[in-house]
T-cell receptor, first 118, second 111 residues
Framework: GAVVSQHPSWVICKSGTSVKIECRSLDFQATTMFWYRQFPKQSLMLMATSNEGSKATYEQGVEKDKFLINHASLTLSTLTVTSAHPEDSSFYIC??????????????FGEGSRLTVL | SQQGEEDPQALSIQEGENATMNCSYKTSINNLQWYRQNSGRGLVHLILIRSNEREKHSGRLRVTLDTSKKSSSLLITASRAADTASYFCATLPSGTYKYIFGTGTRLKVLA
């Protein structure tokens, strides 16, 4: 199957700093990528839809100024957690859908990034 | 937002037994997928079943879909300790492009 690479896999930062997480589709093009957040022993909650060449679409309750998303190319989307606070500590996962599947195919997931804010 | 409900929330079985997990959803869908997640890791795709399909198999996995009941089940036969993980269903509601994940079932297979 297609590969989605997410980096870094874990990061520890001080409160007030910003952290950038990258999501890359390695062997396919993805006009759309999705960012999820997962708390321990809970399901994935969709945060936003990242659209190549345009603004991201955020889910209700997600602060767009807090979670900046940039989808600069067909293979890269980044999520920046700005002015991070301990409550932002979580597991962040990106996913992408192969354009070639016509938009209804399986999602391919990155390995996730565990953010810990001290 | 709509979210699928999965049951049971947790399941503990002996190696060699079958494990069945159920997923129910609320609106009509384009397709439904099952994913597996090992602790602290990303999600691995298991099976995609389209709304016009009723059953699919992949190795020891069997997925059924009943659109009239808005439910799906995942059966893992002859379970192994390595099957221990969380399993999630994800639905693509008709007319949308965003998958919605279920609450998940935590499966533990005892050796």
């Amino acid at each position: 199957g297609a590969v989605v690479s997410q980096h870094p896999s874990w990061v520890i930062c001080k409160s007030g700093t910003s952290v950038k997480i990258e999501c890359r589709s390695l062997d396919f093009q993805a006009t759309t990528m999705f960012w999820y957040r997962q708390f321990p022993k809970q399901s994935l909650m969709l945060m936003a839809t990242s659209n190549e060449g345009s603004k991201a679409t955020y889910e209700q309750g997600v602060e767009k100024d807090k979670f900046l998303i940039n989808h600069a190319s067909l293979t890269l989307s980044t999520l920046t957690v700005t002015s991070a606070h301990p409550e932002d500590s979580s597991f962040y996962i990106c996913s992408a859908r192969d354009v070639g599947t016509g938009g209804f195919g399986e999602l391919f997931f990155g390995e996730g990034s565990r953010l810990t804010v001290l | 937002s709509q979210q699928g409900e999965e049951d049971p929330q947790a399941l503990s079985i002996q190696e060699g037994e079958n494990a069945t997990m159920n997923c129910s959803y609320k609106t009509s869908i384009n397709n439904l997928q099952w994913y597996r997640q090992n602790s602290g890791r990303g999600l691995v795709h298991l099976i995609l079943i389209r709304s016009n399909e009723r059953e699919k198999h992949s190795g020891r996995l069997r997925v059924t879909l009943d659109t009239s009941k808005k439910s799906s089940s995942l059966l893992i036969t002859a379970s192994r300790a390595a099957d221990t993980a969380s399993y999630f269903c994800a639905t693509l509601p008709s007319g949308t492009y965003k998958y919605i994940f279920g609450t998940g079932t935590r499966l533990k297979v005892l050796a």
